[in-house]
């Protein structure tokens, strides 16, 4: 922790579950310092946005979902005999963009074979975007992270709300809903949702199975 980090701390360590702190005119160097002390505090979503810092501390249920995601999403690549590599909620950003973020999730499919191994040193100034990312929303709204994605030049983004979630694709710099993954070709943003629903009322274990069965 520095001296210009501490005051963000303090309040970040006051936020409860759920909550949102959001701070104006924030330095870039003050950005990178604050991702370096929050480095042991992994529960944490920090954006930036030209200033603009944002940081969430996500409900148990929003990291569940996230978890349970990435489970459906590595049963469909096996089934589908497609190479994937599940990157988390790695920070993705760039300094001549003055802009920064960690997605619930993120996989490479396409360029799954590249990016093996590299999890700790992947960077958006030498290595291409993910795939396909993943925006959570339970007590937050993350449209708004949606410009950043697209000047990352991330392909495809997913968002999911609690009983709803949508695909899109970039186009231009912008966004538009697709009815399947492009890189997970047949998957539906429903067939996520009907698990994860199934999930909720009969346990992770059946679900998972009749996921497998779905699409085997």
């Known amino acids: 922790m520095t001296t210009r980090t501490a005051p963000y701390l303090d309040a970040i360590e006051h ?4 909550g949102t702190l959001v701070l104006q005119n924030v330095p870039w160097d003050d950005y990178e310092r604050l991702l370096e002390d929050l480095a042991e505090r ?3 979503r920090v954006t930036f946005d030209r200033g603009k810092l944002e940081i969430m501390s996500p409900l148990s249920e929003h990291d569940s979902m996230a978890r349970m995601l990435d489970r459906l999403v590595h049963i469909y690549a096996e089934q589908k005999n497609l190479e994937l590599e599940n990157y988390g909620s790695t920070t993705w950003k760039r300094r001549s963009l003055a802009r920064g ?3 619930d999730s993120c996989y490479y499919v396409a360029n799954a074979r590249r990016m093996i191994g590299r999890s700790r040193e992947a960077s958006l100034e030498v290595d291409p975007p993910p795939d396909i990312c993943v925006e959570i929303d339970i007590t937050n709204e993350s449209l708004s992270k949606f410009s950043i994605y697209a000047a990352f030049g991330v392909p495809e983004l997913w968002h999911f709300e609690k009983k709803a979630a949508r695909f899109y694709e970039l186009a231009g710099d912008s ?3 697709v009815m399947e993954s492009r890189f997970l ?5 429903q067939m996520l949702v009907d698990a994860l629903e199934q999930s909720a009322k009969d346990g992770q274990t059946p679900a998972l199975r009749a996921f497998r069965d779905r699409v085997g």
């Open 42 to 44: 992994p529960r944490f």
């Open 185 to 189: 070709p047949g998957l539906s943003a």
């Open 175 to 177: 966004y538009r809903e």
């Open 15 to 18: 936020l409860p579950e759920g």
């Open 101 to 103: 973020l960690e997605a």
